[in-house]
């Protein structure tokens, strides 16, 4: 297949680029003397991760119980649940741990650290817990100087769950813009996470991992001493988000949405394309940061951008592609870009807009084009 | 299966409320003495789509050539496929003709005009095709009064495919508000529609449909003289969106998302659900309208709304539930929402939303519940 052959709209995966943003990362992380266990959620495609793991990483990260038991299934069997367990989901975990996945999970209350000891306890099986730390106010966890820290590592060991180590993700780290910001970010997640495996074995508790990370401070820290694993997700196909946040550029976004032109609206300036917001996705992402980029950077066929062309407006299967947030009158889009036009659309968010697709097409330097399976649901 | 069993995040459809949701729309367009045909895009589904032609549709449309193939499997051969014709995917609707299915396309330029009647006797096939009509300044279509109208009917004509009629969608209608604003939009609607149909008539061509719709006009229109079918789609569910345009209440929402609490930052007032972006989508679409819902409206297990509170923000599977935009601080939201309570949201736009899920589940007056599968993709 090329990608004259392929229906749009569809996700395109440059698969240099990928290979480049995959290398990156890992030396980095080699350099910086820690693991690396990348973050799943992103492109949930056996391949993709198969290029992680082949390049040193260790172990994953999944956001869904569904990746665990889908890259379990494919072979991989050190697995970190990132997102705060529920009680209603002990079983399913129990289930994967029962079949030989190496599986941890993450609490920050008491009561969650209680309902996963008192399950293990049920079933004879011991659950590695992480306890998840709050080191910038973004999302969950509990703060680095908490009492509620030791209650809730006293809670696991003493409830008969094993304490793993602590783990934390600086969200935050996505509203930052500049180098300075974002190796202050860096360092407050390291430091914070650290502090905080120091009060536990201070108190007489393990805490054998420190695992830290996002894609902006994995990609800005000075020195990660402490640390012992950092995570990270978007870094694989990078976007439009991260080029603002400034630890990529447009080159080097290695995932993008191939549509067609289906009509025009000349007296606007709009050309109409058979992407929306249903491949695309409704992230806007861009709109707040320092170039808002509607719903993406319109490229050529060949992934050129064609810099001002943004979707500038989506419905569910049409999108509107502009040469300004508002439209060029001067310019006879009709003639630019004749209906049947084959572009490419960068986008907001490489996690959200890959999760609308059932497939990327893997794009080799060679143009030829493989189908790459991913899956979704929970 | 009850709720209790379902692992969270899922989609659940009240099926009670979706039937009424039916039933008010056919009686509506049996009253003003036209054919309805539902638009699919909304669920995807093949039991929803039953339902829909046991309470008397004429007919569906879509969004995609995929919707058209899945439902024309389930045994439905009257089919508009409702987004301008890319030329490329001419010849995958040449295969769904072939095999039986009465599949219309639409387009709205003269360059597509000639590209589906050169491909139809390339392939001696007859094309039956709409010409899309722009009634409102919002997105695709010829303007009722532009000569380019006839000129796009006599490519169709003389290049061998079938005009079969016209076509408008008032998209417009979901920035509307006030009753008195959406009955004048379903009558721009209406009479632009009619309009373009009489000029081609007037100018010795075929226009023997004329289909106008969506949601909020379909459910506005005080008359409909001149126009032989409706289309509408999120009805079915209904949303939030819907409910502050004013076509629906709060009470109609049909689809939630079953959530599970996971945690809490009790200095916040916020409590971390399971459901994130994942699960809403990133659809924002109540931003911009008089009652912003964030990302939905929280509810009890039960689907009963806690007035006040909401999915205030989202992250990929984390979301903050908080009783208000920022939080209510004074509320002890982890002893309102302990870990592990189940609550369901009701999202901004059913659409989105329920593209976000592998399957529904239909929730029936008992409790029980059944999975109906749903598809995604192109």
Same mark, same amino acid.
């Given at each position: 297949?090329?990608?004259?052959?392929?229906?749009?709209?569809?996700?395109?995966?440059?698969?240099?680029?990928?290979?480049?943003?995959?290398?990156?990362?890992?030396?980095?992380?080699?350099?910086?003397?820690?693991?690396?266990?990348?973050? @799943?959620?992103?492109?949930?495609?056996?391949?993709?991760?198969? #290029?992680?793991?082949?390049?040193?990483?260790?172990?994953?990260?999944?956001?869904?119980?569904?990746?665990?038991? *889908?890259?379990?299934?494919?072979?991989?069997?050190?697995?970190?649940?990132?997102?705060?367990?529920?009680?209603?989901?002990?079983?399913?975990?129990?289930?994967?741990?029962?079949?030989?996945?190496?599986?941890?999970?993450?609490?920050?209350?008491?009561?969650?650290?209680?309902?996963?000891?008192?399950?293990?306890?049920?079933?004879?099986?011991?659950?590695?817990?992480?306890?998840?730390? =709050?080191?910038?106010?973004?999302?969950?966890?509990?703060?680095?100087?908490?009492?509620?820290?030791?209650?809730?590592?006293?809670?696991?060991? =003493?409830?008969?769950?094993?304490?793993?180590?602590?783990?934390?993700?600086?969200?935050?780290?996505?509203?930052?813009?500049?180098?300075?910001?974002?190796?202050?970010?860096?360092?407050?997640?390291?430091?914070?996470?650290?502090?905080?495996?120091?009060?536990?074995?201070?108190?007489?508790?393990?805490?054998?991992?420190?695992?830290?990370?996002?894609?902006?401070?994995?990609?800005?820290?000075? *020195?990660?001493?402490?640390?012992?694993?950092?995570?990270?997700?978007?870094?694989?196909?990078?976007?439009?988000?991260?080029?603002? @946040?400034?630890?990529?550029?447009?080159?080097?976004?290695?995932?993008?949405?191939?549509?067609?032109?289906?009509?025009?609206?000349?007296?606007?300036?709009?050309?109409?394309?058979?992407?929306?917001?249903? #491949?695309?996705?409704?992230?806007?992402?861009?709109?707040?940061?320092?170039?808002?980029?509607?719903?993406? *950077?319109?490229?050529?066929?060949?992934?050129?951008?064609?810099?001002?062309?943004?979707?500038?407006?989506?419905?569910?299967?049409?999108?509107?592609?502009?040469?300004?947030?508002?439209?060029? @009158?001067?310019?006879?889009?009709?003639?630019?870009?004749?209906?049947?036009?084959?572009?490419?659309?960068?986008?907001?968010?490489?996690?959200?807009?890959?999760? *609308?697709?059932?497939?990327?097409?893997?794009?080799?330097? =060679?143009?030829?084009?493989?189908?790459?399976?991913?899956?979704?649901?929970?």
């Amino acid at each position: 297949m090329t990608l004259s052959d392929i229906s749009t709209p569809a996700a395109l995966v440059d698969t240099a680029r990928m290979q480049a943003n995959i290398r990156r990362m890992q030396d980095r992380m080699n350099a910086l003397g820690v693991k690396f266990r990348p973050h @799943v959620k992103t492109s949930k495609c056996v391949e993709v991760v198969r #290029a992680q793991v082949e390049a040193g990483a260790s172990g994953i990260t999944v956001s869904t119980l569904k990746e665990a038991e *889908q890259f379990f299934a494919a072979g991989i069997t050190d697995i970190l649940y990132a997102v705060g367990m529920a009680p209603n989901k002990l079983a399913q975990a129990l289930a994967l741990r029962r079949k030989g996945c190496d599986l941890k999970i993450v609490t920050d209350s008491v009561e969650g650290a209680q309902a996963i000891a008192a399950f293990g306890r049920e079933h004879g099986e011991v659950f590695e817990t992480w306890i998840e730390i =709050d080191t910038d106010g973004h999302r969950s966890g509990v703060k680095p100087e908490d009492a509620l820290l030791l209650d809730v590592g006293r809670a696991l060991v =003493d409830g008969g769950a094993k304490l793993g180590g602590v783990m934390t993700h600086a969200g935050e780290s996505y509203n930052c813009s500049t180098p300075h910001a974002l190796r202050k970010m860096a360092e407050q997640e390291r430091a914070g996470c650290v502090r905080a495996a120091q009060r536990l074995r201070d108190a007489g508790l393990p805490c054998a991992v420190v695992s830290v990370g996002s894609t902006p401070t994995a990609l800005s820290a000075e *020195q990660l001493e402490g640390v012992t694993e950092v995570r990270a997700g978007v870094y694989v196909f990078f976007d439009l988000v991260m080029a603002n @946040v400034g630890v990529c550029t447009q080159d080097d976004i290695a995932l993008s949405v191939l549509t067609t032109v289906i009509g025009h609206q000349r007296e606007k300036g709009w050309a109409i394309v058979d992407a929306g917001w249903m #491949a695309m996705s409704r992230d806007r992402g861009t709109q707040s940061q320092a170039h808002d980029y509607g719903y993406g *950077q319109v490229c050529d066929a060949q992934g050129r951008p064609m810099q001002g062309f943004v979707l500038s407006s989506a419905n569910q299967e049409h999108g509107v592609v502009t040469a300004s947030a508002g439209g060029n @009158v001067a310019l006879d889009i009709a003639a630019v870009l004749p209906v049947g036009t084959q572009l490419r659309i960068l986008p907001n968010h490489a996690c959200a807009t890959g999760a *609308q697709f059932p497939e990327y097409h893997a794009v080799g330097t =060679d143009g030829a084009t493989t189908a790459w399976p991913r899956f979704y649901g929970w």
